[in-house]
T-cell receptor, first 115, second 111 residues
């Protein structure tokens, strides 16, 4: 089975721009979560989607948004980029939430650099 | 790993020795815990998980221990190999796949 696929792998943007990141979950996985990873803050939860619905959201400003499509693929968008948005953005998928032993499986991330 | 930065606790271990990585969690209501390994340039990789109704679970060369009384998790790696060099994170599931991660521990295996 292919793992979680994230595109693009690297991205460089300037302040004020917006960016869209893409995630394809493991086949059969219906829950997709997004995390931001920085050296200072570590891994922080952004949001989680299941059946095209956002079920949970972390403590990030409204500039961070996402969506999930009917095939479970997900995108996240960051508008009006700030220097502090530079980070590794990780997508993770899991089988239907609530199942026993249903860990999140992560992709290799999109490295976003804002200049 | 990507979160390697300032002040990341580091465990240096001789190849072939056993490693123990510790983690404290915060929410006494958490019922599901996961250990991840992250190598440089990659995303976190699932190692092993444990539910709160257990206090020990074993995998291939790894064992996770859970002490709910003191809200403590540990990961034991047997016969540590150079490929085990990475940053290790514990995570607790806060519900709906919202994971709260620890800061990470760097493991360096000395050949």
């Amino acid at each position: 089975k292919a793992g979680v696929t994230q595109t693009p792998r690297y991205l460089i943007k300037t302040r004020g721009q917006q960016v869209t990141l893409s995630c394809s979950p493991i086949s059969g996985h219906r829950s997709v979560s997004w995390y931001q990873q920085t050296p200072g803050q570590g891994l922080q939860f952004l949001f989680e989607y299941f059946s095209e619905t956002q079920r949970n959201k972390g403590n990030f400003p409204g500039r961070f948004s996402g969506r999930q499509f009917s095939n479970s693929r997900s995108e996240m968008n960051v508008s009006t980029l700030e220097l502090g948005d530079s980070a590794l953005y990780l997508c993770a998928s899991s089988q239907e939430p609530g199942q026993t032993n249903s860990p999140l499986h992560f992709g290799n991330g999109t490295r976003l650099t804002v200049t | 790993g990507e979160s390697v930065g300032l002040h990341l606790p580091t465990l240096s271990v001789q190849e072939g020795d056993n490693s123990i990585i510790n983690c404290a969690y915060s929410n006494s209501a958490s019922d599901y815990f996961i250990w991840y390994k992250q190598e440089s340039g990659k995303g976190p990789q699932f190692i092993i998980d444990i539910r709160s109704n257990m206090d020990k679970r074993q995998g291939q060369r790894v064992t996770v221990l859970l002490n709910k009384t003191v809200k403590h998790l540990s990961l034991q790696i047997a016969a540590t190999q150079p490929g085990d060099s990475a940053v290790y994170f514990c995570a607790e599931n806060e519900g709906n796949n919202r994971l709260a991660f620890g800061k990470g521990n760097q493991v360096v295996v000395i050949p």
